[in-house]
């Protein structure tokens, strides 16, 4: 089997099984702390493949990997869906004479107060709000744990790369070349310093009104010079213009079977041409690779002050519908910063809103119209991704597996039957109204939600395929 294959199996089982362990473990510790009777606890959906009863609830690992459920006694026509396909469904629908009798017979060893439908309105809320929030919660603790295990990642060096024309840089008289030393006074190591150091004054300025030129001293030709640098910010984009880029094309990582691993790149190669093109930064090795997919390049770099030639053909890898770009999938070189717990607090919550933010607004263009069917990605795609990260490090599975729970957090939120969203928007009615929906109503818009989530989920696998096959 390819060894590639393997990756992304594996890959795919760990970030789908750890999400959908963390959600439905939200769902049961709330009912748990609630006194709701679990009766089933089961990752994945469908015939049950293993299962072990401890104390009052079955433990269940289900054939079909997409998902899982938390069965709660009492909970209705949602009992008789997670049966479904399981082998073991209802011989009569709930609703019916006969379904109920069924149901008060399975539950008749059950206290009366131990059911779901039992429990006041607000309980069953947080039951059911506790699975996207563990996936949110999840994604906070990785995000974290990442920063406070390997650090803050700076780009270690203070000389410029590259300078925009037309930029606040150029018209501060910036060359490519200058090493910068201080920044408003302070010295700095990290090209993070600098940006930190010419943005922050910037926008405390910028909120008075009043810009501010920040003064910055520079290293050129062996000349101390101070330049003087007003930061432009850009409101459309919503970010400041500095227009530096850092002399960083030393390589960092190298993923594993990847064009740059085979063409020989190692970490701590400093790339110094790439088809007869001096390269000064990341951002101009990136963009003679990205606009040469499918087509031989040569690439000199430096390694122990020795030069060394090779060629290679970048990847054509897909970021947008119809659109493609070159990759030898290499990385720049970082080195950490030590950060301390509450340092690492706070970034981990940062990178979760920032996910939010990023997931949230291509849900909206997708919602508006403006990215299509095409753009969303099924299991074979997740699978995909998860390789291609574990192929660069575990460190990176693991942020995509943040990534990927933030969208699962919001994702069950939506306002669908069978999804949390819709059990909440059942509940919300209920609390209006003054008494649950009922229960036909409830049968009907979950069953037609199910059916909805399936043609979705099976259109989604089918453009994955013919996405990966091209049939």
């Not at 009912?31 to 049950?48: A, E, H, M, R």
């Not at 019916?96 to 009366?112: D, L, M, Q, Y």
């Not at 909120?207 to 030709?221: F, K, Q, S, Y």
Request: charged content about 20%; some cysteine; glycine content about 12%.
């Amino acid at each position: 089997m390819n060894s590639n294959l393997i990756i992304a199996l594996f890959a795919f089982g760990f970030t789908l099984g750890l999400v959908v362990i963390v959600h439905e473990l939200g769902h049961f510790l709330f009912c748990k702390l609630f006194g709701v009777y679990v009766k089933t606890f089961s990752i994945g959906i469908g015939p049950k493949v293993l299962r072990k009863r401890i104390g009052e609830t079955e433990y269940v690992l289900s054939l079909i990997p997409f998902g899982g459920y938390v069965k709660m006694a009492g909970e209705g026509v949602m009992e008789e869906i997670q049966d479904a396909g399981t082998w073991e469904e209802r011989k009569y629908p709930l609703g019916t004479e006969e379904g109920n009798r069924e149901a008060a017979v399975s539950e008749r060893h059950i206290p009366t107060e131990r059911h779901f439908n039992e429990k006041p309105v607000w309980q069953r809320l947080l039951i059911f709000i506790a699975g996207p929030v563990f996936n949110l919660l999840l994604a906070f603790l990785v995000y974290t744990g990442i920063i406070l295990n390997s650090g803050l990642l700076e780009i270690p060096v203070t000389r410029v790369g590259k300078v925009t024309a037309e930029s606040p840089a150029a018209a501060a008289g910036f060359e490519v070349g200058d090493r910068i030393e201080t920044v408003g006074r302070e010295p700095v190591m990290y090209w993070g310093d600098i940006q930190a150091g010419l943005i922050e004054p910037s926008e405390i300025a910028h909120r008075r009104g009043d810009p501010l030129p920040v003064t910055v001293a520079v290293l050129r030709g062996g000349e101390r010079l101070e330049l003087q640098v007003v930061p432009r910010f850009d409101a459309d984009a919503g970010y400041w213009v500095l227009g530096l880029e850092p002399w960083d094309t030393v390589v960092g990582l190298v993923q594993k079977g990847g064009p740059g691993d085979k063409l020989g790149l190692e970490p701590g190669d400093e790339i110094l041409a790439i088809d007869g093109y001096e390269v000064t930064s990341f951002n101009d090795i990136a963009t003679v690779i990205n606009r040469n997919g499918g087509r031989e390049v040569v690439v000199k770099w430096r390694r122990d002050g020795q030069e060394i030639s090779g060629r290679v053909v970048p990847l054509e890898a897909e970021i947008l519908p119809d659109s493609t770009i070159g990759r030898i999938y290499i990385d720049r070189q970082y080195v950490a910063r030590d950060v301390n717990l509450g340092q690492a607090l706070w970034v981990g919550m940062r990178a979760t809103w920032a996910t939010m933010q990023a997931t949230l607004n291509v849900l909206y263009r997708f919602v508006g119209g403006k990215l299509g069917l095409e753009a969303v990605g099924g299991p074979i795609r997740i699978g995909q991704v998860a390789g291609e990260m574990l192929r660069w490090s575990f460190g990176h599975l693991m942020q995509f597996i943040a990534f990927f729970s933030v969208n699962l957090f919001l994702l069950n939120l939506l306002p669908i039957p069978v999804l949390d969203g819709g059990h909440v928007l059942f509940l919300m009615f209920e609390a209006i109204r003054g008494k649950p929906a009922p229960e036909r109503m409830q049968a009907i818009a979950t069953q037609m939600g199910l059916i909805i989530l399936l043609l979705f989920m099976t259109f989604v696998l089918v453009f994955d395929v013919w996405k990966v096959t091209g049939h």
